[in-house]
T-cell receptor, first 117, second 111 residues
Framework: NAGVMQNPRHLVRRRGQEARLRCSPMKGHSHVYWYRQLPEEGLKFMVYLQKENIIDESGMPKERFSAEFPKEGPSILRIQQVVRGDSAAYFC???????????????FGPGTRLTVL | AQTVTQSQPEMSVQEAETVTLSCTYDTSENNYYLFWYKQPPSRQMILVIRQEAYKQQNATENRFSVNFQKAAKSFSLKISDSQLGDTAMYFCAFTGNQFYFGTGTSLTVIP
């Protein structure tokens, strides 16, 4: 059973370009989470998605950032018009749903390191 | 507000000794999960141990165990017989209706 897959592992963009980060959850997992980790800091929650639905985007910056998890294919985190401050590691995690409806343990992908020049 | 606090930014322990990492959290939820994740220099986030809030028994995974005090909202991680490979950042995490990570404790195991 493959783990959470993220690609690319490293992404370099110039200021003003767009960055697209992809995440394929573990087989059988219907929940996807995106986190951002700045250097020497912990993880900050960005967004929580189920298939075709954004459940919680309270951690997502209001502008330039968007996320989707289509019926088919990976989840995409999209950053438009990147700035130097967007340089960070972006981690995706996935989980299944337990009987109570709550999300179960989150398993993390290897992360995408975004560098904005 | 729901928060997770790790009050020890850095810790060190001699190889083969025992170390405890502290974590406190604040929540009004009754049904939630708590986790410890390890992030070695490779930066991969690795699940160490998890605890369901409705279970009173402390979770244990080999050399790793937790001391879960629900009333005090405390969730510490004990690492026994520390090994060099335990050197990493350790993050405490809370998942309920929302998801919070602590700022991490950098643990160094000294040979």
């Amino acid at each position: 059973n493959a783990g959470v897959m993220q690609n690319p592992r490293h992404l370099v963009r110039r200021r003003g370009q767009e960055a697209r980060l992809r995440c394929s959850p573990m087989k059988g997992h219907s929940h996807v989470y995106w986190y951002r980790q700045l250097p020497e800091e912990g993880l900050k929650f960005m967004v929580y998605l189920q298939k075709e639905n954004i459940i919680d985007e309270s951690g997502m910056p209001k502008e330039r950032f968007s996320a989707e998890f289509p019926k088919e294919g990976p989840s995409i985190l999209r950053i438009q018009q990147v700035v130097r401050g967007d340089s960070a590691a972006y981690f995706c995690a996935s989980s299944r749903v337990v009987g109570s409806g709550a999300a179960d343990t989150q398993y993390f992908g290897p992360g995408t390191r975004l560098t904005v020049l | 507000a729901q928060t997770v606090t790790q009050s020890q930014p850095e810790m060190s322990v001699q190889e083969a000794e025992t170390v405890t990492l502290s974590c406190t959290y604040d929540t009004s939820e009754n049904n939630y999960y708590l986790f410890w994740y390890k992030q070695p220099p490779s930066r991969q986030m690795i699940l160490v141990i998890r605890q369901e809030a409705y279970k009173q028994q402390n979770a244990t995974e080999n050399r790793f165990s937790v001391n879960f005090q629900k009333a005090a909202k405390s969730f510490s991680l004990k690492i026994s017989d520390s090994q060099l490979g335990d050197t990493a950042m350790y993050f405490c995490a809370f998942t309920g209706n929302q998801f919070y990570f602590g700022t991490g404790t950098s643990l160094t195991v000294i040979p």
